[in-house]
């Protein structure tokens, strides 16, 4: 019976994991400014799914508006997931840069287009970077001109020992253009020669630059904004224990008990709506008193009392998926936990004999490990959340179905 229980309820988590993972919604919450200056709130459609920057978004000013298409022509910039796009008249090069499709001419192949360019860098001196389908273009920002960085590969022609040899040549002008726009920091002038054309490469160079200048700038990094967060939990448990576990000499019973907890989460997100959150969490005082009991002999009497007090130590792993609901977001919370409970069984003995008394308490340390599935809904606002979840024990006779009420806060982002 035990395994045909473990069995279903294992059952019910997979079909559950499995259908967070499989739905549609891809819906995320950010904003518009308009050409005025003016900032709107809502939510747009997945513009990360293509991994190009998008040429267009769809915005909702909430869940029920049809929603409105954007181009860089119609507002100055967008920000979704963290991300700020800023929307321009650019210069494109298209050249590939894969070794077995480079060309035989060093001049740049050039189209100019309204974009979108994602922000890496915002500060006095941006950085940002074009992605399509062929290359990676990057930018910098005078006043509100965005200039390409220049680079190219390609083949040429050099003698080796007297003899022509075809060999890939790098036009890197993009250090030449950096040397101009990072003035007032001298160490960039060694940093810079050595700087490669890639996001990793030039957002490191930027980060060295405002450390130098000890000016005020942002970082952007769609690889690592929002990905990782922090938080705090408290709660409020209702759960029946069975104490029989603490002593093979009385049974004591069961009893419902409750207990107030506090604990720690880190949450990781696995795609726009689906997260995988890691949870600990203490929890006490659980308590139970059996009433005294009373034996009455010829001489002497001896009154026995029962006490068990103890806390639980609990580890969670659950996935979760949320959708937003005008300024909220509402979720659901499927997954597993491991409970510890320990605690102190006391005897406390109290002999009255005809001359007088004596008094002896035993204490015992007494413990038991439960495994639990769990299920859970709740609504976030902002950094907030409240939830209530339902846990059945599966692998374990001496705790019953846990039912948890509780308050969570999200700090920003681990993840600098």
């Known amino acids: 019976m035990k395994s045909i229980t473990l069995k279903s309820s294992l059952l019910f988590l997979l079909l559950l994991i499995t259908f967070t993972i499989t739905a549609q919604d891809h819906l995320l919450e950010g904003y518009i400014q308009t050409h005025d200056g003016e900032t709107i709130h809502g939510y747009l459609d997945d513009v990360f799914k293509e991994g190009t920057n998008p040429s267009k978004i769809i915005f909702r000013k909430n869940m029920e508006d049809p929603g409105k298409e954007y181009d860089p022509y119609s507002i100055r910039s967008f920000s979704v997931n963290g991300i700020v796009y800023e929307g321009g008249f650019v210069s494109i090069e298209l050249s590939s ?22 922000a890496i860098v915002l500060g006095e001196k941006s950085l940002y970077v074009y992605k399509n ?46 040397t101009i726009y990072l003035t007032g920091c001298p160490e960039m002038s060694s940093e810079i020669p050595t700087t490669k054309y890639n996001q990793k490469a030039l957002t490191r160079l930027f980060s060295k630059y405002y450390n130098c200048t000890k000016e005020d700038f942002r970082l952007f990094d769609p690889k690592r904004v929002a990905l990782l967060k922090a938080g705090i939990i408290a709660n409020y448990s209702l759960t029946s224990l069975n104490y029989n576990f603490t002593t093979i000499n009385a049974q004591i019973g069961s009893d419902a008990t409750s207990a107030y907890g506090v604990g720690l989460s880190l949450q990781g997100r696995v795609s726009p709506n689906l997260f995988l959150i890691g949870e600990l969490s203490f929890s006490g005082p659980f308590s139970h008193n059996v009433e005294p009991i009373t034996y009455t002999g010829q001489t002497y009497s001896v009154e026995s009392s029962f006490r068990y007090h103890a806390s639980s130590r609990k580890g969670s792993l659950l996935a979760r998926y949320q959708m937003p609901v005008n300024n909220f977001y509402v979720f659901a919370n499927a997954g597993l936990a491991l409970d510890r409970i320990n605690g102190i069984y006391q005897v406390q003995q109290t002999t009255t004999y005809i001359s007088g008394s004596s008094y002896n308490l035993k204490e015992y340390r007494r413990g038991f490990t439960s495994y639990h599935v769990l299920a859970g809904v709740g609504v976030k606002y902002s950094h907030f959340s409240l939830e209530s979840r339902i846990e059945p024990s599966i692998i374990n006779k001496y705790q019953g179905t846990a039912i948890n009420f509780m308050i969570g806060y999200t700090f920003g982002n681990v993840l600098p």
Do not use: H, M
């Not at 840069?97 to 360019?117: G, H, M, Q």
């Not at 390409?148 to 040549?169: D, N, Q, W």
């Open 133 to 178: 389908t062929v290359v990676d273009n990057f930018y910098i920002k005078n006043d509100s001109v965005f200039e390409l960085l220049e680079y190219k590969k390609y083949f040429g022609s050099r003698t080796v020992i007297g003899e022509p040899r075809r060999v890939v040549i790098e036009n890197k002008k993009y250090t030449g253009q950096l």
């Open 97 to 118: 840069r894969e070794l077995n499709t480079l060309s035989n001419s060093p001049e740049l192949v050039i189209e100019r287009e309204v974009a979108f360019l994602q």
